[in-house]
C-alpha cells in the first residue's frame, strides 16, 4: 500500500503492479500503484506538516535526532528481516544486504541524528548599530525519488540529511524494489515521527516521480537513477567510472580491487569501475589474472551464504546487459570469460571479461550497469587522464600506483567528485559523495548533504548602540 500521514492506503486508482523475485522471475506480492492523484494526497499531507506551529515545525532540534536514533535502533533491531526482503526483492546476496546495505544504514541515520542540533547559523559582524545573524531554515516539502540498486541505503542517504535539517518528505520509490523501503514507513510512525513527516509512495517514474517533480507544492527535488530528461532540480548519476592500474601498482592487490569495482552488487553501481584501464608493460599478466578471478566467482541462489553474485534486478537490465555483451563481440572486443546467462531461470549472468577494447567501443562508452568488466590499454600518465576524463560522466574515479607523487597528479587532474587511490567503494556516512558534470548536481552525506535541504535566511536587526 501508499503510506501518508502515517496512515496505509490503497491507490486513488486502485491499481497495482507485480514485484519479482529476480531469484526466480516469480511474483511476490502485488503493489500499490502510485500515481498523480496520490501524489497529490502526499503533498496535502506533507504541507500541513510543515505548517507554521505544527508539531513538527516546533520541535527541538536535540528532538528530531532523538527520532533519527529511534528509527536507526529499530531498523536495527529488525535487521534481519529487512535484509531478507532487499535479497528477495533486489536479487542481490542476503550476506551483503545484512553486512554491508543494513550496516551503512544504521550509520547514516545515526550520523545525520547527530547533526539536528549543530548545523546552524551564525552571528555576523555587521558594520554599523546592527545586530546580524543567519538561520538555516528547512527547504519544506522535498519530493525524493530513490533507485533500485541499493533501496535502502538510498532511502537512508535521503531521509537522513532532510529530516535532520526539518524538511518533510514525498518519497517515491522504485518500481523493481519498493518492499523494503515500505517496510520502514512502518518503523517510522512507531519512531514516532508526526504524521505528514514521511509519506512513501511506490509507483512508476513516468506517472508517479513525474508528479513528484514537477508539482509546485514541492519545494525541492533530490533524484538518484537514471535522468531521462532535463528535469530541472533533478539530478542523474551514471556509471562510466575510470579505475587506473598503473605499471607499479601492487598487482595482487589492483587485481582484487578491480574485481571488486565492476562486480559488486552485481555490477548495479553508479560509482562501479566501469572502465578498468591498465598500463601497457602489465596489461597482459592484469588481464590473465583478472579473468582467472571472474571465473571464479560464485553466482546462485542471493540467500546462499557462499553466494557472491546474485541475479540482475529485473528482466529488463537482463536483456539490455545481453545486449551490451553482444554488441561487444560485434564491435570487435576479445571476450575472455562470460558473457551468458548462468542460469535456466532468473535474471542471472556469468561474470564477463572483455580485453582488447577501445574507447570507441559501445561498451566504453555506454553505461551496462551489470557484471561486464571492460580492461583497456594505456602508455603515458597524460593520456590515460586525456582519455578517462573524456566522458560527460564525472562520479568517481580510481588509480592505483605505489608512487604518492603520482597519485596525487592523477587524482588533482581527474574529473570527478569522488576518487579513490590504492582502494575502490570506501563510502562512510562523513564523507560527501557526488559527481561532476551530468553525474549530478550536489552532495550527498558529510556535512555537505546537509547544504541542499536548507536555506540560509540573512537577518539584520537596527539597535540603538552596538558593543563588541
Not at 587506473?244 to 569501475?273: E, K, T, Y
Not at 571492460?374 to 603515458?380: A, C, D, P, S
Not at 597519485?407 to 588533482?412: H, L
Amino acid at each position: 500500500q501508499i503510506f501518508i500521514n502515517n496512515e496505509w492506503h490503497d491507490a486513488v486508482s486502485k491499481k497495482t503492479f507485480p514485484t519479482v523475485n529476480p531469484a526466480t522471475g516469480e511474483v511476490i506480492c502485488q503493489v500499490a500503484e502510485g500515481d498523480k492523484a496520490d501524489v497529490d494526497k502526499a503533498v496535502k499531507a506533507a504541507r500541513a506538516a510543515f505548517q507554521l506551529g505544527s508539531p513538527w515545525r516546533r520541535m527541538d532540534a536535540s528532538h528530531r535526532g532523538k527520532l533519527l536514533n529511534r528509527l536507526a535502533d529499530l531498523i536495527e533491531r529488525d535487521r534481519a528481516y529487512l535484509a531478507a526482503l532487499e535479497t528477495l526483492d533486489n536479487g542481490k546476496p542476503y550476506s551483503i544486504s545484512y553486512l554491508v546495505d543494513l550496516d551503512m544504514v544504521v550509520k547514516c541515520l545515526r550520523y545525520f541524528a547527530g547533526w539536528a542540533d549543530k548545523f546552524h547559523g551564525k552571528t555576523i559582524p555587521l558594520d554599523g548599530d546592527f545586530f546580524c545573524y543567519t538561520r538555516h531554515e528547512p527547504v519544506g516539502v522535498c519530493g525524493q525519488i530513490i533507485p533500485w540498486n541499493f533501496p535502502l541505503l538510498m532511502q537512508a542517504w535521503k531521509l537522513g540529511p532532510a529530516l535532520a535539517t526539518g524538511n518533510v518528505i514525498v518519497m517515491k520509490v522504485a518500481e523493481q524494489t519498493p518492499l523494503s523501503a515500505l517496510y520502514v514507513a512502518n518503523l517510522i510512525k512507531e519512531a514516532g515521527f508526526p504524521p505528514g513527516v514521511v509519506n512513501i509512495i511506490p509507483g512508476y517514474g513516468p506517472t508517479a516521480g513525474a508528479a513528484i517533480s514537477s508539482h509546485m507544492d514541492v519545494d525541492k527535488v533530490a533524484f538518484t537513477g537514471l535522468h531521462r530528461g532535463k528535469g530541472g532540480k533533478a539530478a542523474a548519476e551514471s556509471n562510466l567510472n575510470p579505475n587506473i592500474i598503473m605499471s607499479d601498482a601492487d598487482m595482487d592487490w589492483a587485481v582484487d580491487q578491480a574485481h571488486f569495482a565492476l562486480f559488486f552488487n552485481q555490477g548495479q553501481c553508479c560509482c562501479a569501475g566501469s572502465r578498468t584501464y591498465v598500463q601497457e608493460d602489465i596489461y597482459k599478466e592484469f588481464v590473465e589474472r583478472s579473468v582467472e578471478k571472474a571465473k571464479s566467482r560464485v553466482v546462485g541462489n542471493p540467500f546462499d551464504f557462499k553466494t557472491e553474485q546474485g541475479p540482475q534486478v529485473d528482466e529488463e537490465q537482463y536483456k539490455k546487459i545481453l545486449g551490451y555483451i553482444s554488441a561487444g563481440q560485434r564491435e570487435g572486443a576479445k571476450l575472455l570469460c562470460g558473457g551468458s546467462p548462468a542460469a535456466d531461470r532468473g535474471y542471472f549472468i556469468q561474470p564477463t571479461v572483455f580485453g582488447e577494447v577501445q574507447d570507441n567501443m559501445t561498451i566504453a562508452r555506454e553505461e551496462i550497469f551489470g557484471p561486464v568488466m571492460q580492461i583497456l590499454k594505456f602508455k603515458t600518465i597524460e593520456e590515460v587522464i586525456e582519455r578517462a576524463n573524456d566522458s560527460k560522466y564525472g562520479l568517481a574515479a580510481a588509480v592505483f600506483t605505489k608512487d604518492l607523487d603520482k597519485a596525487n597528479y592523477v587524482s588533482q587532474a581527474l574529473r570527478a567528485g569522488t576518487v579513490w587511490v590504492n582502494c575502490y567503494d570506501v563510502f562512510g556516512a562523513q564523507a560527501p559523495f557526488g559527481g561532476y558534470k551530468a553525474s549530478g548536481n550536489g552532495r550527498e552525506l558529510g556535512e555537505y548533504g546537509l547544504e541542499a535541504y536548507v536555506e540560509v535566511k540573512n537577518v539584520t536587526i537596527k539597535i540603538p548602540q552596538k558593543n563588541s
